[in-house]
């Protein structure tokens, strides 16, 4: 938000950390659907582990590390006004678009993207709208 009074800059964000089945499948859809590129391909701790730049943020995508047994993330499920994994936890990240929302839309349909909340107007009249990632992840799409 421009203009707004940063709370503690003592603070900065660094990144997303999703654990993935396919760490090279995951990263690669990101590059396809969105231009963001692999910045790092490296093992740690017993697993892949992919560092992806989108916009400047990191999004880091790793493996089954030893021992581990992840499970499937719920399915985001739409209620009246709004749309939810329902389950405690991370329900999704967002990402500002800038430029038009509703055609960049159409080239993801184009290329297979689900939407699991098709594009809409939001709570605060902007265009928004929801797309099915890899590993259960659910990512929010706003036109700024």
Excluded at 92 to 116: E, S
Excluded at 117 to 132: D, F, Q, R, T
Aim: hydrophobic share 40%.
């Amino acid at each position: 938000m421009k203009g707004k009074t940063v709370s503690n800059p003592s603070f900065k964000f660094d990144h997303i950390h999703i654990i993935s089945e396919n760490p090279k499948a995951s990263a690669d859809w990101y590059v396809e659907m969105f231009g963001a590129t692999i910045a790092a391909d490296t093992f740690a701790r017993g697993a892949p582990q992919i560092f992806v730049d989108l916009g400047g943020m990191t999004i880091l995508i790793r493996g089954r590390r030893p021992d581990e047994t992840p499970v499937p993330a719920r399915p985001i499920q739409p209620y009246a006004d709004f749309s939810s994994h329902n389950a405690w936890g991370t329900d999704h990240f967002g990402f500002l678009y800038q430029g038009d929302l509703a055609g960049f839309c159409d080239k993801l349909r184009g290329k297979g993207v689900t939407f699991p909340v098709e594009l809409k107007k939001g709570v605060n009249g902007g265009l928004l709208c929801y797309v099915a990632a890899p590993d259960g992840v659910s990512i929010e799409l706003m036109q700024c």
